[in-house]
């Protein structure tokens, strides 16, 4: 007979063992998931939006806002009179209350004899050179009831006037919201740019200046991916959009959206917070406009809704 042949006996292979998953579970395009809504999220969101009309209504809220004036080189003159350079409509303030030189980068301001200035709180007694706001916070200059400061637009150098007695501010209509939802509570995975890109930035004045963009934001909305690009904001991120609601449910320019630092690489997006800017309530602002990237085509139905008592001139309100 024929040897046998032995048979062998086949390892059984281990299988091996499934991981943990690290990392937020991701949607079909990608886009990592929303996290848990948190306790009392809907409670948190209406607190925040009550705190945002609160800072609208302060006295020297956007909402006192009565004046932005372009100031030329050389001698500007200041006061009540209505061929002023900067005109102060208000009790106290003579025809004449001061000069505003400006030499360059250097904005110098000169009290007239006898006008009763203050200079962030304190009497001016004498010639100062003035802060202006891409230097932090900008000096305050005190005339009656009226402030005003200055600020820089590329190479031009303007001055803010606020009233708390404005018109926009004593007849301020309230805000209107979309209703709060979980599902606009997204997660973005953030890819860094190395190094951070430089994109020209428009605004409603027409001005154009340079930012840097750390990097690029990408989630998913009702399963369409979208990727947008924040300026960084301090530790976190500051979000200029519009999208396809814009000049119909909300304000026609854009929309901001502030968001925390990224944390292993995912950024949460909130826009039940998203929000008006401040020339969805004035003329007199500057605000900037959305970059290519962030014209969103979909619906971001959440967030703040158009203002209804939108001042004629205000750019981008209808």
Same mark, same amino acid.
């Given at each position: 007979?024929? !040897?046998? /042949? %032995?048979?062998?006996?086949?390892?059984? %292979? +281990? /299988?091996?063992?499934?991981?943990?998953?690290?990392?937020?579970?991701?949607? +079909?395009?990608?886009?990592?998931?929303? !996290?848990?809504?948190?306790?009392?999220?809907?409670?948190?969101?209406?607190?925040?939006?009550?705190?945002?009309?609160?800072?609208?209504?302060?006295?020297?809220?956007?909402?006192?806002?009565?004046?932005?004036?372009?100031?030329? !080189?050389?001698?500007?003159?200041?006061?009540?009179?209505?061929?002023?350079?900067?005109?102060?409509?208000?009790?106290?303030?003579?025809?004449?209350?001061?000069?505003?030189?400006?030499?360059?980068?250097?904005?110098?301001?000169?009290?007239?004899?006898?006008?009763?200035?203050?200079?962030?709180?304190?009497?001016?007694?004498?010639?100062?050179?003035?802060?202006?706001?891409?230097?932090?916070?900008?000096?305050?200059?005190?005339?009656?009831?009226?402030?005003?400061?200055?600020?820089?637009?590329?190479?031009?150098?303007?001055?803010?006037?606020?009233?708390?007695? +404005?018109?926009?501010?004593?007849?301020?209509?309230?805000?209107?919201?979309?209703?709060?939802?979980?599902?606009?509570?997204?997660?973005?995975?953030?890819?860094?740019?190395?190094?951070?890109?430089?994109?020209?930035?428009?605004?409603?004045?027409?001005?154009?200046?340079?930012?840097?963009?750390?990097?690029?934001?990408?989630?998913?909305?009702?399963? /369409?991916?979208?990727?947008?690009?924040?300026?960084?904001?301090?530790?976190?991120?500051?979000?200029?959009?519009?999208?396809?609601? +814009?000049?119909?449910?909300?304000?026609?320019?854009?929309?901001?959206?502030?968001?925390?630092?990224?944390?292993?690489?995912?950024?949460?997006?909130?826009?039940?917070?998203?929000?008006?800017?401040?020339?969805?309530?004035?003329?007199?602002?500057?605000?900037?406009?959305?970059?290519?990237?962030? /014209?969103?085509?979909?619906?971001?139905?959440?967030?703040?809704?158009?203002?209804?008592?939108?001042?004629?001139?205000?750019?981008?309100?209808?």
């Amino acid at each position: 007979m024929p !040897p046998r /042949r %032995r048979r062998r006996r086949r390892r059984r %292979r +281990s /299988r091996p063992r499934r991981r943990l998953r690290t990392t937020p579970p991701r949607s +079909s395009s990608g886009a990592p998931r929303a !996290p848990p809504t948190p306790p009392d999220y809907a409670a948190s969101v209406e607190q925040w939006r009550a705190a945002r009309a609160a800072r609208l209504q302060r006295e020297d809220g956007w909402l006192a806002l009565v004046g932005l004036h372009w100031l030329k !080189p050389g001698d500007n003159a200041v006061g009540s009179a209505p061929d002023a350079a900067v005109p102060l409509a208000a009790p106290g303030v003579p025809a004449r209350a001061g000069t505003l030189r400006v030499d360059g980068a250097k904005v110098l301001l000169t009290p007239a004899p006898g006008a009763r200035l203050t200079l962030n709180g304190q009497p001016l007694g004498g010639p100062a050179a003035l802060q202006d706001d891409l230097a932090g916070k900008p000096d305050l200059v005190g005339a009656g009831r009226l402030t005003f400061h200055v600020i820089r637009r590329g190479e031009r150098a303007g001055v803010r006037v606020k009233d708390p007695e +404005s018109a926009t501010r004593r007849g301020f209509k309230g805000l209107d919201w979309f209703p709060v939802t979980p599902a606009a509570r997204v997660v973005a995975r953030f890819t860094p740019f190395d190094p951070p890109r430089e994109v020209e930035v428009g605004s409603v004045t027409g001005d154009v200046s340079k930012e840097k963009i750390p990097g690029a934001l990408t989630f998913s909305w009702n399963g /369409r991916e979208q990727t947008v690009l924040p300026f960084a904001d301090g530790d976190g991120f500051f979000l200029v959009f519009s999208d396809a609601t +814009s000049g119909i449910e909300t304000y026609g320019a854009a929309r901001f959206l502030a968001a925390a630092a990224p944390r292993d690489g995912q950024v949460v997006l909130d826009f039940n917070q998203a929000y008006n800017p401040p020339c969805a309530f004035t003329p007199f602002a500057t605000c900037p406009l959305p970059v290519r990237e962030n /014209r969103l085509k979909v619906r971001i139905e959440a967030g703040e809704k158009k203002y209804k008592g939108a001042v004629a001139g205000a750019a981008g309100g209808h």
